[in-house]
C-alpha cells in the first residue's frame, strides 16, 4: 500500500525519539526491520528515505544506517554576538557555547590555496585564482558529531601574520594576532544563506545529500582600513541550527500613533 512505507517510518521515528537508538547509533538492517514490520525490502527502504529526507537518519552504502544528532538536541541558536573565548586567547562566535568544549573532526589544513570561488574572491577583495592561505577545519561540540565545515581564506596581506599557527578549534587565535599587527579593532558581517551541501559535504557531515545546509559567510575586515583581511564559511547542517535575529524599531516607527490613531499596514 502506498501508506505502509509511512506508517513504518512513523514507527522507526517513534522509537528513535524514545530514545530506544541513541545518536550514533547503528540501526538493524533493511532485512531485519523487514522481517520485524511483516514488509518487503523495498518497503522498508522507502521509510529510511524518509527518515533521511527528515534528518532522523544518515544512511551510506556499505557503511549502514546510523541516527543522526539533530533531531536529538534543541536546535543552536546562533545570534549576533562574538565573545571573548574563556578557554583560550580568541573569540567564540555565534553557534559556540563558551559551556561546551569543541574538538576537531580529523586533520587541521593550513597552506596556500588558490582562491577559484569568485563570489568568496570577491568578499576578500582579490582576483579569482589568487593564491591566499586557507584554512580548512570540521568542528563540532565533543562526543557529537560534526557540527559545521570551517574555512578560512586569509588576504595575503596578512598570511604571515597566521601561518603556522595550529590554535584550538574554538579559540579563534589567529584572529587575535590580526588585530595585534595594527588591525585593531576588526569587525564582521555574515551573509546566510541555504542550499544543498556538495557530497564531499555531506560526508563531512555525516549527513544525506538530500538534507539542506545552512551556508554562512563571515567578513573580516580590518579596524584600520575597513578593507578585508579574511572571509570565513561555515557550513552547518540545517536541523542543527536555526538563526535569532532581534528586530529593531526605524525611528520613524517610535511613536505609536503619530498622526492618526487607527493602526493600518499588514495584521
Known amino acids: 500500500m502506498h501508506s505502509r512505507y509511512r506508517d513504518i517510518a512513523a514507527r522507526i521515528r517513534a522509537r528513535i525519539e524514545a530514545?530506544?537508538?541513541?545518536?550514533?547509533?547503528?540501526?538493524?538492517?533493511?532485512?531485519?526491520?523487514?522481517?520485524?514490520?511483516?514488509?518487503?525490502?523495498d518497503t522498508v527502504g522507502r521509510a529510511i528515505a524518509v527518515l533521511e529526507t527528515e534528518g532522523y537518519v544518515w544512511a551510506v552504502q556499505g557503511r549502514g544506517i546510523s541516527v543522526r544528532y539533530g533531531t536529538m538536541r534543541p536546535r543552536r541558536p546562533r545570534g549576533d554576538l562574538v565573545k571573548r573565548n574563556k578557554q583560550a586567547t580568541g573569540y567564540s562566535f555565534?553557534?559556540?557555547?563558551?559551556?561546551?568544549?569543541?574538538?576537531?573532526?580529523?586533520?587541521?589544513?593550513?597552506?596556500?590555496?588558490?582562491?577559484?570561488?569568485?563570489r568568496i574572491a570577491?568578499?576578500?577583495?582579490?582576483?579569482?585564482?589568487?593564491?591566499?592561505?586557507?584554512?580548512?577545519?570540521?568542528t563540532g561540540p565533543?562526543?557529537?558529531?560534526?557540527?559545521?565545515?570551517?574555512?578560512?581564506?586569509?588576504?595575503?596581506?596578512?598570511?604571515?601574520?597566521?601561518?603556522?599557527?595550529?590554535?584550538?578549534?574554538?579559540?579563534?587565535?589567529?584572529?587575535?594576532?590580526?588585530?595585534?599587527?595594527?588591525?585593531?579593532?576588526l569587525s564582521w558581517i555574515e551573509i546566510h544563506r541555504a542550499r544543498m551541501p556538495s557530497k564531499d559535504e555531506a560526508t563531512l557531515l555525516e549527513i544525506p545529500t538530500n538534507?539542506?545546509?545552512?551556508?554562512?559567510?563571515?567578513?573580516?575586515?580590518?579596524?584600520?582600513?575597513?578593507?578585508?583581511?579574511?572571509?570565513?564559511?561555515y557550513v552547518v547542517a540545517s536541523d542543527r541550527v536555526e538563526t535569532v535575529h532581534?528586530?529593531?524599531?526605524?525611528?520613524?516607527?517610535?511613536?505609536?500613533?503619530?498622526?492618526?490613531?487607527?493602526?493600518?499596514?499588514?495584521?
Open 94 to 118: 555565534p553557534s559556540a557555547s563558551s559551556q561546551e568544549v569543541w574538538v576537531r573532526h580529523g586533520p587541521a589544513i593550513n597552506e596556500p590555496a588558490l582562491l577559484e570561488d569568485p
Open 19 to 41: 530514545g530506544e537508538w541513541t545518536p550514533g547509533t547503528r540501526l538493524p538492517r533493511l532485512d531485519d526491520f523487514a522481517a520485524e514490520y511483516g514488509a518487503n525490502r
Open 122 to 138: 570577491k568578499l576578500l577583495g582579490v582576483e579569482p585564482g589568487t593564491e591566499v592561505l586557507r584554512r580548512f577545519r570540521v
Open 211 to 233: 538534507l539542506p545546509v545552512l551556508e554562512i559567510v563571515r567578513v573580516g575586515r580590518s579596524g584600520t582600513d575597513n578593507q578585508p583581511v579574511e572571509v570565513t564559511e
Open 142 to 185: 565533543a562526543s557529537e558529531a560534526p557540527f559545521q565545515i570551517n574555512v578560512s581564506w586569509i588576504h595575503p596581506r596578512v598570511a604571515e601574520i597566521v601561518t603556522g599557527i595550529d590554535a584550538n578549534p574554538a579559540a579563534g587565535e589567529w584572529l587575535y594576532r590580526i588585530e595585534a599587527a595594527g588591525h585593531w579593532p
Open 246 to 267: 532581534v528586530l529593531h524599531r526605524d525611528e520613524n516607527a517610535r511613536d505609536p500613533w503619530p498622526t492618526d490613531p487607527t493602526p493600518t499596514g499588514d495584521l
